[in-house]
């Protein structure tokens, strides 16, 4: 016990929650960023820590995040009147052996293609230091090897099979290509990477290409809400890229964990991973210098820092206008990024730094842009576009945005467009049985969906 914490006092007050009122927003914080034990924390629990307790590990964090959204704006430890927690040493999964890892994952891969209880794990986002960025690739070059050589053919038969699988990624969501895409990697990309290559260059790019299809395989579970799959796909995917030696796509995957953590709440963790992904600037292509921007311009807004989300925002706008669309200029994993996706990353930026008017002109800017094309993307950037509208009091937009929301996912299997179809339907309840027909109506075709 400690005095009263009158930081975290005041804060409730802001908000005009009750302890009760803030129970109930810790405990939904809580079960939305997996964490089972704080789901039920009760009003006692509140009056705990404004007496002076101090929360447990995860507690702060949920906490800190549950304001956060409350105000519209990051919180700083500070201001709850608690210490920042100490950054954790990394976690074991960064040591293991790429390949005999690669292969424990895949023996959990049941039929789906889903892996068994895979756990998000946030002691994994803590990277390990320089000296193991080293240590990797004189690991990978020193491997033991079989005597069947690599070609060239099977390292271009891998980048083909990643290209097709992005591809359904990127306009279907992550529910299509799981079973075949693991089975690929299981059955014939895992034995290659134990083969002796004719050169270090080759084996670089062998490395690199296997470390892409795991990149893909990581952000599909991640789309399709398999947090733990996804995490161990990305963790991999960036020991291939280390053990290719090639930092663009080190940087590349970094920024797709960053995004996976902010959504999922752990916002300093994110932080820290945009930081790694962005001293990569140097040798990215402007197009991905683009997406690493705004992904950190997002990760600035929710660490408190407006000024510098603003500054990384127009560096991607300046870095993106640079792009050349050239193929030998830009690498095929970024083909997907145009000005679309930067005013969809741009609207969430400026959402997070509670600049709903700004997000909603960017929102709409991105779905004009994208209309007609990316089906799942397009489904998630119109259910965050009637999110702000209904926020903003525009019920009748919200709901003609939503109806065009649920067009869009015919054919889509998506977790984070699921998503947006559950916040419809909790937004909705607040209006459900005063008669309005348009509410009543995209409220009955969102329960459908969620049914199916």
């Known amino acids: 016990m400690r005095s009263p914490n009158r930081q975290l006092k005041d804060l409730l007050a802001e908000l005009g929650w009750t302890q009760q009122q803030a129970a109930t927003r810790v405990g939904r914080v809580a079960r939305e960023m997996g964490h089972a034990s704080l789901e039920t924390v009760g009003r006692s629990t509140i009056s705990m820590w404004l007496a002076g307790a101090h929360p447990q590990d995860p507690a702060p964090e949920v906490l800190r995040e549950a304001l956060s959204r409350g105000l519209g704006r990051p919180v700083g430890w500070e201001e709850i009147g608690l210490d920042a927690p100490p950054v954790p040493p990394p976690a074991a999964g960064w040591q293991v052996d790429t390949l005999a890892a690669l292969a424990d994952l895949g023996s959990g891969v049941d039929r789906r293609g889903f892996i068994g209880a895979a756990i998000y794990s946030v002691a994994e986002l803590t990277l390990p230091d320089q000296t193991w960025w080293h240590q990797s690739l004189e690991r990978a070059r020193s491997r033991p090897t079989e005597h069947r ?184 994993r970024v083909w997907f990024f145009g000005q679309a996706s930067l005013a969809h990353e741009t609207a969430r930026t400026l959402q997070a730094m509670g600049d709903l008017t700004g997000a909603q002109a ?75 027909p348009a509410a009543d109506a995209v409220d009955r075709r969102a329960a459908e969906i969620l049914r199916g």
């Not at 895992?190 to 952000?219: I, K």
């Not at 290719?244 to 300093?268: P, S, T």
Request: some cysteine.
């Open 149 to 332: 050589s690599v070609s060239d053919d099977d390292v271009e038969a891998i980048r083909e099979a990643t290209t097709l699988f992005q591809r359904l990624d990127q306009t279907r969501g992550g529910g299509y290509g799981a079973r075949a895409a693991t089975v690929l990697l299981n059955d014939e990309v895992l034995p290659t990477l134990r083969r002796r290559t004719t050169s270090e260059a080759q084996r670089c790019d062998l490395f690199a290409a296997a470390g892409e299809l795991v990149y893909v395989l990581g952000w599909s579970s991640f789309d399709a809400h398999r947090h733990g799959t996804a995490q161990h796909y990305l963790q991999l995917a960036t020991k291939l890229a280390a053990e290719a030696g090639d930092r663009a796509l080190v940087g590349h995957i970094l920024r797709a964990l960053a995004h996976q953590a902010m959504d999922l709440g752990h916002h300093q963790q994110a932080a820290a991973l945009t930081d790694a992904a962005t001293s990569c600037y140097d040798i990215a292509s402007s197009r991905e210098r683009a997406l690493l921007g705004v992904v950190h311009a997002r990760s600035l807004a929710r660490t408190g820092d407006p000024k510098g989300a603003s500054r990384a925002l127009l560096r991607a706008e300046d870095d993106l206008s640079d792009a050349t669309g050239g193929e030998d200029a830009e690498p095929s």
């Open 362 to 436: 960017a929102f709409e800017r991105s779905v004009q842009l994208r209309e007609g094309s990316f089906s799942r993307t397009h489904a998630v950037t119109l259910g965050y576009l009637g999110e702000i509208q209904a926020a903003r009091g525009e019920m009748d937009a919200a709901c003609a945005t939503w109806s065009r929301a649920l067009d869009a996912m015919d054919g889509v299997r998506s977790g984070r467009a699921r998503a947006t179809v559950q916040t419809m339907r909790s937004t909705l309840s607040t209006v459900r049985r005063r008669g309005i």
